[in-house]
């Protein structure tokens, strides 16, 4: 239903991901909010057991956020089982031919770091990449940012969607696009901001006038 033919060739497209800083209530209220204003939510709880993440989903899809929004990092069971969009895979996941032989219908992400897992994650069926991170971020406290040169390399190499995740502010987002990406993925940028629904829209009108 979801599949990747939806986001080929669509650029600009603005992603939220979930930091797993924030209770349940909270998140369900800013997103509850601001989703209007967001191409895709991304529900990234690595300490989160399979059914509070299940219960988040639904309770999600309740307050009226689209199923449709809705991508779940590495449970593709919980994905299934609530028929969103689709799975966000990462290094870790199952192998993603595996996934889209067995999940059809699910939009299938995965993040990569390289050209090398570029290369796989086009190989092996990904209707989308995340690529970062770009710009120096607390959720990557320590680790170099890979930088707008190879964003651009990657962008040239891709043949399917690239997003740009990373330190990505809406003073840079003009640098992030004219390095190539379809669309940018925020975390704490919105989501932890004192006010996510003005930061929200600031995004949004900045992908909307570029």
Known sequence: MYRGMEVRGIAKQLHVVSTGNQT?????TILSCIHPFI???HIREKN??????????TR????????????INDRLDIAQITMVRGVQLAHHSLPLAVVKKNYPTLQIGKSIHSSQELAEAEM???DYVMYGHIFP???KAG?????LSKLRD???QSTIPVIAIGGIKPNNIRQVLNAGADGIAVMSGILEDKDPETTVKRYKNMLSNL
């Not at 349940?24 to 369900?28: A, G, N, S």
């Not at 999600?60 to 991508?71: F, R």
């Open 24 to 28: 349940t209530e909270h998140l369900l």
């Open 143 to 147: 680790l170099p940012p890979t930088g």
């Open 48 to 57: 989160r057991s399979a059914i509070e993440i299940y219960q988040l989903v």
């Open 137 to 139: 971020t607390n959720s």
């Open 124 to 126: 092996q069926g990904a």
């Open 60 to 71: 999600l899809i309740d307050s009226g956020v689209p199923s449709s929004k809705i991508m």
């Open 39 to 41: 191409d895709v939510i």
């Open 154 to 156: 990657i962008k040239k």
